[in-house]
T-cell receptor, first 112, second 114 residues
Framework: KQEVTQIPAALSVPEGENLVLNCSFTDSAIYNLQWFRQDPGKGLTSLLLIQSSQREQTSGRLNASLDKSSGRSTLYIAASQPGDSATYLCAPPGPGNTPLVFGKGTRLSVIA | SAVISQKPSRDICQRGTSLTIQCQVDSQVTMMFWYRQQPGQSLTLIATANQGSEATYESGFVIDKFPISRPNLTFSTLTVSNMSPEDSSIYLC???????????FGSGTRLTVV
C-alpha cells in the first residue's frame, strides 16, 4: 500500500522567500510523481509531472526533484508570492501504477 | 491536455436525499476516477470508472451509496445517495491523460449536507 507523507503540514513565509516542500512515499516502484496545487474549496491544478527516469523538472519558479530509491520528492518554490498561497499536494501512483495516492499536503501562506 | 467540466460546483442538500455530480471531458479517455476529500483531509479514491463496465470501488465505498455511470468515453456521473452530514466533502473527478502527461482533475463539487 502506498502511503504519502508531506512535511511541513503548514508553512507561513514572507513574500520573496525561497522555500522547499518535502514529500516521502513508501512504495518506490513508481513510474512518475505529480505535484498539484489546491486552492481552498477548489479542484486540483497540476504543477509538475516527474517521470521516474528524470531527477528533476522545472516550470517557471517551480522545481521538483525525485529520488525514487529513497522514496522522496521535493518541490522548490523560488521568490514566493502571495498568489502562491495554497495547499500543495504530492501524488505518486499506487502499487502497480494504480490511481494517484495523496498525502495531506502542505498548506502554504505567503505574506505580503 | 484534457479539460474537465464538473457540475455542480457546490450544493447544500437535506439529509436523506441524493445528489448526482457530472463530469464532462473534452476528449475521449479510457479511465475516469472519483475522489472524496473530507474537511481537512486529503483525497481518497472512491472508484475507477471504465466505459462499458461496472465501476471498481475501493475498500470502504459501495455501489449502493455511490452509484457511478460511465455511458461513453467523455462523461461520467457519481451519485451520493441517502446523504448524511458525514457525506459533506469535496468530490472530484479525474482522468489520466492519454498522452502520458499525468492526471487532470475537475474543479470539484463542494457538498454540504444539513
Amino acid at each position: 500500500k502506498q502511503e504519502v507523507t508531506q512535511i511541513p503540514a503548514a508553512l507561513s513565509v514572507p513574500e520573496g522567500e525561497n522555500l522547499v516542500l518535502n514529500c516521502s512515499f513508501t512504495d518506490s516502484a513508481i513510474y512518475n510523481l505529480q505535484w498539484f496545487r489546491q486552492d481552498p474549496g477548489k479542484g486540483l491544478t497540476s504543477l509538475l509531472l516527474i517521470q521516474s527516469s528524470q531527477r528533476e523538472q522545472t516550470s517557471g519558479r517551480l522545481n521538483a526533484s525525485l529520488d525514487k530509491s529513497s522514496g522522496r520528492s521535493t518541490l522548490y518554490i523560488a521568490a514566493s508570492q502571495p498568489g502562491d498561497s495554497a495547499t500543495y499536494l504530492c501524488a505518486p501512483p499506487g502499487p502497480g501504477n494504480t490511481p494517484l495516492v495523496f498525502g495531506k499536503g502542505t498548506r502554504l501562506s505567503v505574506i505580503a | 491536455s484534457a479539460v474537465i467540466s464538473q457540475k455542480p460546483s457546490r450544493d447544500i442538500c437535506q439529509r436523506g436525499t441524493s445528489l448526482t455530480i457530472q463530469c464532462q471531458v473534452d476528449s475521449q479517455v479510457t479511465m475516469m476516477f472519483w475522489y472524496r476529500q473530507q474537511p481537512g483531509q486529503s483525497l481518497t479514491l472512491i472508484a475507477t470508472a471504465n466505459q462499458g463496465s461496472e465501476a471498481t470501488y475501493e475498500s470502504g465505498f459501495v455501489i449502493d451509496k455511490f452509484p457511478i455511470s460511465r455511458p461513453n468515453l467523455t462523461f461520467s456521473t457519481l451519485t451520493v445517495s441517502n446523504m448524511s452530514p458525514e457525506d459533506s466533502s469535496i468530490y472530484l473527478c479525474s482522468v489520466i491523460q492519454e498522452d502520458g502527461s499525468g492526471y487532470t482533475f475537475g474543479s470539484g463539487t463542494r457538498l454540504t449536507v444539513v
